[in-house]
Protein backbone atom coordinates (compact mmCIF):
# COMPACT_ATOMS: atom_id res chain seq x y z
CA UNK A 1 0.00 0.00 0.00
CA UNK A 2 1.50 3.20 -1.15
CA UNK A 3 1.21 6.26 1.44
CA UNK A 4 0.87 9.83 0.31
CA UNK A 5 1.33 13.16 1.78
CA UNK A 6 0.60 16.44 -0.25
CA UNK A 7 2.35 19.91 0.38
CA UNK A 8 2.58 23.35 -1.50
CA UNK A 9 -1.10 24.74 -0.34
CA UNK A 10 -2.05 28.26 0.80
CA UNK A 11 -3.54 31.38 0.08
CA UNK A 12 -2.40 33.40 -3.12
CA UNK A 13 -4.00 35.85 -5.00
CA UNK A 14 -6.21 35.19 -8.45
CA UNK A 15 -3.42 35.08 -11.47
CA UNK A 16 -0.87 33.79 -9.09
CA UNK A 17 1.14 30.67 -8.68
CA UNK A 18 1.02 27.72 -6.77
CA UNK A 19 2.98 24.10 -6.93
CA UNK A 20 1.62 21.38 -5.11
CA UNK A 21 3.46 18.29 -4.86
CA UNK A 22 2.97 14.78 -3.44
CA UNK A 23 5.34 12.32 -2.11
CA UNK A 24 4.95 8.87 -1.90
CA UNK A 25 6.26 5.87 -0.04
CA UNK A 26 6.99 2.37 -1.46
CA UNK A 27 8.42 0.87 -3.85
CA UNK A 28 5.65 0.67 -6.23
CA UNK A 29 5.73 4.36 -7.22
CA UNK A 30 7.27 4.58 -10.75
CA UNK A 31 4.12 1.65 -11.58
CA UNK A 32 1.34 3.73 -10.62
CA UNK A 33 -0.39 6.27 -12.61
CA UNK A 34 -0.64 9.20 -10.11
CA UNK A 35 -3.67 11.95 -9.97
CA UNK A 36 -4.38 14.58 -8.80
CA UNK A 37 -8.18 15.41 -7.44
CA UNK A 38 -9.91 18.71 -5.75
CA UNK A 39 -12.97 19.03 -3.43
CA UNK A 40 -15.09 21.81 -2.61
CA UNK A 41 -17.50 21.62 0.20
CA UNK A 42 -21.03 20.68 -0.86
CA UNK A 43 -19.88 19.80 -4.07
CA UNK A 44 -18.27 16.68 -5.58
CA UNK A 45 -14.63 15.44 -6.20
CA UNK A 46 -13.27 16.85 -8.91
CA UNK A 47 -10.82 15.29 -10.89
CA UNK A 48 -7.78 17.78 -12.53
CA UNK A 49 -5.09 15.72 -13.43
CA UNK A 50 -3.10 12.64 -13.94
CA UNK A 51 -0.11 11.29 -15.26
CA UNK A 52 0.85 7.32 -16.84
CA UNK A 53 3.62 5.23 -15.00
CA UNK A 54 6.26 6.55 -17.72
CA UNK A 55 5.11 10.31 -17.46
CA UNK A 56 4.39 10.27 -21.12
CA UNK A 57 0.85 10.71 -21.05
CA UNK A 58 -1.01 13.07 -19.24
CA UNK A 59 -4.23 14.20 -18.84
CA UNK A 60 -6.27 17.36 -17.32
CA UNK A 61 -9.90 18.72 -16.56
CA UNK A 62 -10.81 21.14 -19.24
CA UNK A 63 -10.96 24.26 -16.61
CA UNK A 64 -7.21 24.23 -16.03
CA UNK A 65 -5.86 22.81 -19.34
CA UNK A 66 -3.40 25.37 -20.20
CA UNK A 67 -2.93 26.77 -16.45
CA UNK A 68 -1.81 23.66 -14.86
CA UNK A 69 0.75 21.22 -15.29
CA UNK A 70 1.25 17.36 -14.18
CA UNK A 71 4.75 15.76 -13.79
CA UNK A 72 6.55 13.48 -11.94
CA UNK A 73 10.28 12.10 -10.69
CA UNK A 74 10.00 8.46 -10.39
CA UNK A 75 13.78 8.68 -8.68
CA UNK A 76 12.36 11.09 -6.01
CA UNK A 77 9.03 9.14 -5.92
CA UNK A 78 6.92 12.60 -6.08
CA UNK A 79 4.23 14.03 -8.22
CA UNK A 80 3.76 17.97 -8.73
CA UNK A 81 1.36 20.12 -9.89
CA UNK A 82 2.30 23.44 -11.30
CA UNK A 83 -0.87 25.45 -11.46
CA UNK A 84 -0.14 29.12 -12.71
CA UNK A 85 -3.10 31.46 -13.69
CA UNK A 86 -4.81 31.09 -10.76
CA UNK A 87 -8.52 31.62 -10.33
CA UNK A 88 -11.05 31.84 -7.73
CA UNK A 89 -12.69 28.73 -8.82
CA UNK A 90 -9.84 26.80 -8.07
CA UNK A 91 -10.17 27.42 -4.72
CA UNK A 92 -10.34 23.53 -2.81
CA UNK A 93 -8.87 21.04 -1.24
CA UNK A 94 -6.57 19.07 -3.46
CA UNK A 95 -5.70 15.78 -3.16
CA UNK A 96 -3.00 13.27 -4.50
CA UNK A 97 -4.14 9.91 -5.48
CA UNK A 98 -2.49 6.65 -6.68
CA UNK A 99 -3.72 3.72 -8.69
CA UNK A 100 -3.01 1.19 -10.52
CA UNK A 101 -4.77 2.64 -14.27
CA UNK A 102 -6.96 5.54 -14.95
CA UNK A 103 -10.04 5.30 -13.10
CA UNK A 104 -8.87 2.96 -10.47
CA UNK A 105 -7.69 5.07 -7.50
CA UNK A 106 -6.34 3.23 -4.63
CA UNK A 107 -4.54 5.47 -2.30
CA UNK A 108 -5.11 9.24 -1.16
CA UNK A 109 -3.33 11.57 0.61
CA UNK A 110 -4.37 13.92 3.40
CA UNK A 111 -5.21 16.83 1.29
CA UNK A 112 -4.04 20.51 1.09
CA UNK A 113 -5.82 24.05 0.84
CA UNK A 114 -5.53 25.97 -1.90
CA UNK A 115 -7.05 29.37 -1.48
CA UNK A 116 -7.19 31.98 -3.91
CA UNK A 117 -8.78 35.29 -3.29
CA UNK A 118 -10.07 37.18 -6.06
Known amino acids: QVQLVESGGGLVQAGGSLRLSCAASGRTFSSLVMGWFRHVPGKEREFVASVTPSGRNRDYTDSVKGRFTISRDNAKNTVDLQMNSLKAEDTAVYYC???????????WGQGTQVTVSS
Open 97 to 107: AAGLYVGRWDA
